[in-house]
Structure formats: structure tokens, C-alpha cells
């Protein structure tokens, strides 16, 4: 069982950034793909980023291109989330996700095996 723990949400500034981290439990986190969704009111779960085992490959949505950046590190079982330039369409609530099967990077949820409890993210106009 792998437990998910994201931190670091709150509220901010249209063109301010946040810092998401997300800690595993566990000794086998560097053997997990990680990675970000996010769920905004009344719209789907959708993907952010997602990372690689050992953090070699990143794939990130269109929409936070440029914009957000993803890493981890395993010595810590904690994943990263370094959210630049936020807009208020970036508002939703934030989950970091394992997926312990395979080391390339699924872009649908349900490829993902563990899930946190999310963490609120509000970008004021």
C-alpha cells in the first residue's frame, strides 16, 4: 500500500506561483511513475504532468507548458510541483497519483494505482 500526502495549495495572484510536493510512504517510491492531475469544478480529472522513475522523462500538458515544472526526489519520496505564471483557469483541486506498473508516462487516470487526498488551488484574477 503506498500512501499519498500533497502539500502547499492555497490561494493566489493571477501571475504568482505555488509549490506543490506530494511525500510517499514507503521504500519503493523510486520505482513509481508520478504524476499531477487536476480536477476544477464541474469538469473532468484531467492530466498536468507526469515524471519517470528516475526523473529522466517529463511529459506535460499543453496547457502549463512552459509554465510548470515537475520533479522529484526519491531520496526524499517526495514529488514537486513548481507552478509559475498561475492563471485563474489553473484553479482545481490537485492530486499527485503513483503508477507502479510501468515506467513510461500514462496520461489517463486510469493507468494510476494510488492517489492523494488533493490539495486546493485557487489563482485570483
Known amino acids: 500500500q503506498v500512501q499519498l500526502v500533497e502539500s502547499g495549495g492555497g490561494l493566489v495572484q493571477a501571475g504568482g506561483s505555488l509549490r506543490l510536493s506530494c511525500a510517499a510512504s514507503?521504500?519503493?517510491?523510486?520505482?513509481?511513475?508520478m504524476g499531477w492531475f487536476r480536477q476544477a469544478p464541474g469538469k473532468e480529472r484531467e492530466f498536468v504532468v507526469g515524471i519517470t522513475r528516475r526523473g529522466g522523462r517529463r511529459e506535460y500538458a499543453d496547457s502549463v507548458k512552459g509554465r510548470f515544472t515537475i520533479s522529484r526526489d526519491n531520496a526524499k519520496n517526495t514529488v514537486y510541483l513548481q507552478m509559475n505564471s498561475l492563471k485563474p483557469e489553473d484553479t482545481a483541486v490537485y492530486y499527485c497519483?503513483?503508477?507502479?506498473?510501468?515506467?513510461?508516462?500514462?496520461?489517463?487516470?486510469?493507468?494510476?494505482?494510488?492517489w492523494g487526498q488533493g490539495t486546493q488551488v485557487t489563482v485570483s484574477s
Open positions: 514507503g521504500r519503493t517510491f523510486s520505482s513509481y511513475v
Open positions: 497519483a503513483a503508477c507502479v506498473v510501468r515506467d513510461t508516462i500514462a496520461t489517463s487516470d486510469r493507468s494510476y494505482d494510488y
